[in-house]
């Protein structure tokens, strides 16, 4: 079964601090990798993404690590603000041939202390 | 919200009565997914669309089935609800040329 395994499960940070949230998988076909951001009541909305042939990418204060031998890849969100509070989804997919159905990590619960 | 509506956006059921949830989109997706989410289980696929009369299951299609008469809705029909199927479910469409895909606002399900 294609998992994503995502830690931590919460995370609670200082304003301005650096804000870690990490994934790993298991299936070695998964070659596109979105972070999803939702704040309570909406629906996810895309954050940033990533393929396996770049190592990192930036957008802003927001930065994608992948380690493609290790199937691991993490977000960092620079300089975290208050307006950051709110949970956090890996995924990973497959491509066209298979629907590009996203399998989404547990997600992670970020807040972020002013 | 790449021009995506779900409705009804809460409904509250009884155990055993039939739920249809509809997806609307005005930008001619090709793909359509649902999804539910639930706490501790990030959002799972339940079926998803890659065309008119096109579907195919998901991790958790079992007591769910969909409908696509044509590209600008899915529907999610729960044939007896379930008290396990209280959730929150979200539509979705994938860009066409990207492998993005972008969230309609949620339909609150709570099955008493």
């Known amino acids: 079964q294609q998992q994503v395994k995502q830690s931590p499960q919460s995370l609670i940070v200082q304003k301005g601090g650096i804000s870690i949230i990490n994934c790993a998988y298991e299936?070695?076909?998964?070659?596109?990798f979105p972070w999803y951001q939702q704040f309570p009541g909406k629906g996810p909305a895309l954050l940033i993404a990533?393929?396996?042939?770049?190592s990192e990418k930036k957008e802003g204060r927001f930065t994608i690590s992948f380690n493609k031998s290790a199937k691991q890849f993490s977000l960092h969100i620079m300089d975290s603000q208050p307006g950051d509070s709110a949970t956090y989804f890996c995924a990973a997919s497959t491509g066209e041939t298979s629907g590009s159905r996203l399998t989404f990590g547990e997600g992670t619960q970020l807040t972020v202390n002013p | 919200d790449a021009g995506i509506t779900q409705s009804p956006r809460h409904k509250v059921t009884e155990t055993g009565t039939p739920v249809t949830l509809r997806c609307h989109q005005t930008e001619n997706h090709r793909y359509m997914y649902w999804y539910r989410q639930d706490p501790g289980h990030g959002l799972r696929l339940i079926h998803y669309?890659?065309?008119?009369?096109?579907?195919d299951k998901g991790e958790v299609s079992d007591g769910y089935s969909v409908s696509r008469s044509k590209t600008e809705d899915f529907l999610l029909t729960l044939e007896s609800a379930t008290s396990s199927q209280t959730s929150v479910y979200f539509c979705a469409i994938r860009d066409r040329t990207h492998e993005t895909q972008y969230f309609g606002p949620g339909t609150r399900l709570l099955v008493l």
């Open positions: 299936n070695t076909a998964f070659d596109y």
């Open positions: 990533i393929r396996p042939d770049v």
């Open positions: 669309s890659y065309g008119v009369k096109d579907t």
